[in-house]
């Protein structure tokens, strides 16, 4: 079983920055992947990024240049850098751990874009 927490969601103004980070406990494999998802009101759940044990990182379009992943891998801990912040990024960020036997999920964590 994995548990993930989350933190550093919070308001933030247009332009600005947050960084969230997640940390894995439980039996976390060596080839895990671990990615950031998103979810705002009234729409599906979509990809942030990802990135592999290895480091190869994955971003969605409208992420690229603004967001970076990185992650820790002998703590399981995982960060998203968010730069040039939108109101249209305003969700809640879940993060995520991928691997062999399961697809587990944190509970996420508000990130409000506005001024």
């Known amino acids: 079983q994995v548990q993930l927490v989350e933190s550093g969601g919070g308001l933030v103004q247009p332009g600005g920055s947050l960084r969230l980070s997640c940390a894995a406990s439980?039996?976390?494999?060596?080839?895990?992947?671990m990615a950031w998802y998103r979810q705002a009101p009234g729409k599906q759940r979509e990809l942030v990024a990802s990135i592999s044990t290895g480091g190869i990182t994955n971003y969605a379009n409208s992420m690229k240049g603004r967001f970076t992943i990185s992650r820790d891998n002998a703590n399981n801990t995982v960060w998203l850098q968010m730069n040039i912040l939108k109101p249209e990024d305003t969700a809640v960020y879940y993060c995520n751990v991928r691997q062999f036997g399961g697809n587990y999920w944190g509970q996420g964590t508000q990130v409000t874009v506005s001024s």
């Open positions: 439980g039996s976390i494999f060596s080839f895990a992947v």
